[in-house]
């Protein structure tokens, strides 16, 4: 795999990589690498050598740094001129950063990866103010679709529902959406469609060819009624069972849950390396069982099904431990 050395003034370099894991999950092979004002750009080369002396593959290394000609970018120029295989990308931005994190996981050189940035890059860079059209523009027609207008058979086909408390990441985004071929991702949770900085983020880190949505509840279930969707093909992402469980109550019908991965907290237990429950958790699921709901528990299309009967019963006994 390509190694990422992400160089910039200041703290940014570190900045975007938490923001970069938030979206994409924790990255291997991936250092960030800060200049200070106190900083030499000597001592600034030295310490790029000592992370790219972690990486498995130092034979094919990226750099993504910041400023054109800046100290990160003539540091990094300077490596490179001693290792052809290696590339530098300027201008930094979490789009770049995300594509770069995707692009990896099917490219295998630094310079394949660097010529696939630019494009999402740039396509990241927009603003809310309008911007003075050039002469003689066409003005753009609305495309919003009529009420009561039917696509297809007017019903939307949900190629993939999962419970993923990551939602959308880097399995999601690759594997499973490569499996299953839809044309639109839709993340569905109230708490994270009141968080704009969140939508933002799980908006820029879909696919190529993928649109992606964050919406509440109550907004699946409309949707899902709507006849104006029956040409979308959508992957529905949920942070747990219980926001599932709601969605089905209000009629949205999910034969198959794909259970990946639910992160451990406070009143947790783990019933394997990946899945972690609570009360609440074992509760929405049963009755999603009784809904006849069927689950595929993998984190990934080519594991093998976990059995969830024997994961609930492992949950039940070991949060009873924990109560008493």
Known sequence: MVGIILATHGEFAEGIL??????????ENVKAVTLHPSDSPESLKERMLAAIATFDNQDEVLFLVDLWGGTPFNQANNLCGAHSNWAIVAGLNLPMLIEAYSSRLSMETAKEIAGALLEPAKEGIRATVE?????????????TIPE?????????????ARVDSRLLHGQV?????KSTNPNRIIVVSDSVAKDDLRKKLI???APPGVKANVVPIKKIIEVAHDPRFGNTKALLLFENPEDVLRTVEGGVDIKELNVGSMAHSVGKVMVNKVLSMN????EAFEKLKTKN???DVRKVPNDSSSNM????KKAKEELAEQKN
């Not at 009561?148 to 993939?160: C, E, F, P, R």
């Open 18 to 27: 938490q923001s970069g894991t938030m979206i994409f999950g924790e990255q």
């Open 131 to 143: 911007t003075s059209a050039p002469k003689n523009a066409a003005v753009k027609q609305s495309n």
């Open 148 to 160: 009561g207008t039917v696509l297809g058979d007017g019903k939307m086909k949900i190629v993939l």
């Open 173 to 177: 985004a690759t594997s499973w959406t």
């Open 203 to 205: 908006e820029e880190a």
């Open 279 to 282: 009360t609440d958790d074992v």
């Open 293 to 295: 709901v069927k689950f």
């Open 309 to 312: 009967d024997e994961l609930l």
